[in-house]
T-cell receptor
Framework: DSGVTQTPKHLITATGQRVTLRCSPR?????VYWYQQSLDQGLQFLIQ???????AKGNILERFSAQQFPDLHSELNLSSLELGDSALYFC?????????????FGEGSWLTVV | GENVEQHPSTLSVQEGDSAVIKCTYS??????FPWYKQELGKRPQLIID?????GEKKDQRIAVTLNKTAKHFSLHITETQPEDSAVYFC????????????FGGGTRLMVKP
């Protein structure tokens, strides 16, 4: 158990819908990351937050948005869902934001868009 | 941006043999190189990492080497066991880019008993 908690574990939804994935980082960790893992794309970085502020942005679609709340939990919002958005979405956390801080992954949220 | 390439994509070895996975990176400013192991349907778990001021690091049966000049790093697993079977990912990050990891494409390691 990494200490990073993600909900829901599994989610099935229809195209065009909107879902919210939730993440609680390890106790004391200030930085939260979101990664997408699909079969043909490997682990793709989406976005990073540090202490409530956006810190780095990857190839995150405009239909996707995220935020980190004052209690440090984070949510990833996926809207206008398409079949290609089906993937395993990982949240991860680290104590600080500098390069070299160990990143711990949660168990992931499986999203299936039908 | 950073690009990390990983080879081979699949690797099959006999139990007890060694396994080597290689990665190259493009950004010379990258300074942190972790390796993650991911079992089917599970989360990636850090198994070893190396920083750019070190050339080699070892932890029991696992070692990582880094060649900054050539911009490549490798994972070495000795005396492989069936429980080493998993997908292994290399990654790189650089100072000044948050702590964003760019991952390689992964290597599926199969250890045959």
């Amino acid at each position: 158990d990494s200490g990073v908690t993600q909900t829901p574990k599994h989610l099935i939804t229809a195209t065009g819908q909107r879902v919210t994935l939730r993440c609680s980082p390890r106790s004391g960790d200030l930085s939260v990351y979101w990664y997408q893992q699909s079969l043909d794309q490997g682990l793709q970085f989406l976005i990073q937050y540090y202490n409530g502020e956006e810190r780095a942005k990857g190839n995150i679609l405009e239909r996707f948005s995220a935020q980190q709340f004052p209690d440090l939990h984070s949510e990833l919002n996926l809207s206008s869902l398409e079949l290609g958005d089906s993937a395993l979405y990982f949240c991860a956390s680290s104590a600080e934001t500098g390069s070299g801080n160990t990143i711990y992954f949660g168990e992931g949220s499986w999203l299936t868009v039908v | 941006g950073e690009n990390v390439e990983q080879h081979p994509s699949t690797l099959s070895v006999q139990e007890g043999d060694s396994a080597v996975i290689k990665c190259t990176y493009s950004d010379s400013a990258s300074n942190y190189f972790p390796w993650y192991k991911q079992e089917l349907g599970k989360r990636p778990q850090l198994i070893i990492d190396i920083r750019s001021n070190v050339g080699e690091k070892k932890d029991q049966r696992i070692a990582v080497t880094l060649n900054k000049t050539a911009k490549h790093f490798s994972l070495h697993i000795t005396e492989t066991q069936p429980e080493d079977s998993a997908v292994y990912f290399c990654a790189a990050s650089r100072a000044g880019a948050g702590n964003m990891l760019t991952f390689g494409g992964g290597t599926r390691l199969m250890v045959k008993p």
